[in-house]
Every structure is written in C-alpha cells, then in structure tokens.
T-cell receptor
Framework: NAGVTQTPKFQVLKTGQSMTLQCAQD?????MYWYRQDPGMGLRLIYY???????DKGEVPNGYNVSRLNKREFSLRLESAAPSQTSVYFC???????????????FGDGTRLSIL | LAKTTQPISMDSYEGQEVNITCSHN???????ITWYQQFPSQGPRFIIQ???TKVTNEVASLFIPADRKSSTLSLPRVSLSDTAVYYC???????????FGTGTRLLVSP
C-alpha cells in the first residue's frame, strides 16, 4: 500500500503565481488534513475535511483553498503565492466515521515549497 | 484544543531507556493524548495514544497520571534509529484534529 501520496515533492514558485498541491490516500479513510511545517516548528493545521463533501478551516487558513475531490483526494491551492508561504506541506488522513473516533493520522512525506 | 509543552531536546545513548515528558495543563475531558515520531524529510508517524493510566505497545509505553495534565512517553533500550523529533499532540474526539507543539529532538549516540 502506498498510504498517503503527495505531489509534487518539491516546487519553486515566484511571488504571485498559483499552484495546487495534490494528495491522495488509498486507505479508504474518511478524514483528510493539510498542515504546514516551518523550520524548527511543529505542524500547523491549514484545512481539514472530516468526510467527503465537507471542508473546514484550521489554525492558519488564510491564503489557501482546498477541494475534497472525492474520498481519496484532497487538494490544497495557493491562489497568489507569497514568500511567507514558503514551507513544507504535509497531507494526512485518518479513518474516523464507522471505524471509531480515535483513529491515528497517517502522513505523506511532504511537499517542499519555496516562493521567491 | 490546547497546545502541549515539551523539552526542546534530549540526549541519550544506545541501550538506555528514554522518558520524554509532555505537559498539557488545559487538557479537555474528551481529549486523547497521542505521540508521533518524525524523521528528517518525512511526515510524522503515529507511535501510541492513550486517555488515562498506562498504555503499552510493541515500541513504547505511555504513562498518564490521574489528573491527565502531563504524560510520559517511554522508549525502552533506544537505538541510533530512534534519533528523531517526538511530538505529543492532543486529539479531540469530536473534531479529530491534532494541535502540534514544537516537539522534543532526541539524539541517540553510540
């Protein structure tokens, strides 16, 4: 099983450009999440989707949009990239729903994004 | 969700037991305590979770006192491959969200 797959792994953008980060999971999980991690810091939640068809803001949603395309895929879009969005972005998924409320999150290996 | 507080770093040697503490004074009734491990250039990996008392799995033990305001992750007989950053985010049962602190950087030396 691949688990959580993120594409691309690396990207360099210019200020003002737009980009979509892709995330897919093959574990039939209900919930999916996007985090960012800045140097020396823990992960901060950007957006999450508790189930297919729903999305909610996390701790740092400004400057981002998300789409839960289907149960497998959850994308993160930067409409007008800014240098402050330079970070490592992680996608995660968890079972939830009928599997019970306390399912651990499974993370991808991240997208390293630099904005010049 | 409350953020947790951990020591910034810890050092140990191969074969020793390591105990990493986490403070969560504002933990809510429906919060679970979870621990994740992160290696460089990888996403966090789930280690263990608990609500109260002691939980043990094949890689670690988690000790939670009665007041639940702190917890301790115990790694028996660490090896070089246990060098990583360890996080103890709380998970709210209702919202299924995690709030990460800055983590503890564990360095295991030969």
């Amino acid at each position: 099983n691949a688990g959580v797959t993120q594409t691309p792994k690396f990207q360099v953008l210019k200020t003002g450009q737009s980009m979509t980060l892709q995330c897919a999971q093959d574990m039939n999980h209900n919930s999916m999440y996007w985090y960012r991690q800045d140097p020396g810091m823990g992960l901060r939640l950007i957006y999450y989707s508790a189930s297919e068809g729903t999305t909610d803001k996390g701790e740092v949603p400004n400057g981002y949009n998300v789409s839960r395309l289907n149960k497998r895929e959850f994308s993160l879009r930067l409409e007008s990239a800014a240098p402050s969005q330079t970070s490592v972005y992680f996608c995660a998924s968890s079972g939830g729903g009928q599997r019970g409320p306390n399912q651990p999150q499974h993370f991808g290996d991240g997208t390293r994004l630099s904005i010049l | 969700l409350a953020k947790t507080t951990q020591p910034i770093s810890m050092d140990s040697y191969e074969g020793q037991e390591v105990n990493i503490t986490c403070s969560h004074n504002n933990i809510a009734t429906n919060d679970y305590i979870t621990w994740y491990q992160q290696f460089p250039s990888q996403g966090p990996r789930f280690i263990i979770q608990g609500y109260k008392t002691k939980v043990t799995n094949e890689v670690a033990s988690l000790f939670i006192p009665a007041d639940r305001k702190s917890s301790t992750l115990s790694l028996p007989r660490v090896s070089l491959s246990d060098t990583a950053v360890y996080y103890c985010p709380l998970m709210n049962t209702g919202f299924q969200k995690l709030v990460f602190g800055t983590g503890t950087r564990l360095l295991v030396s030969p």
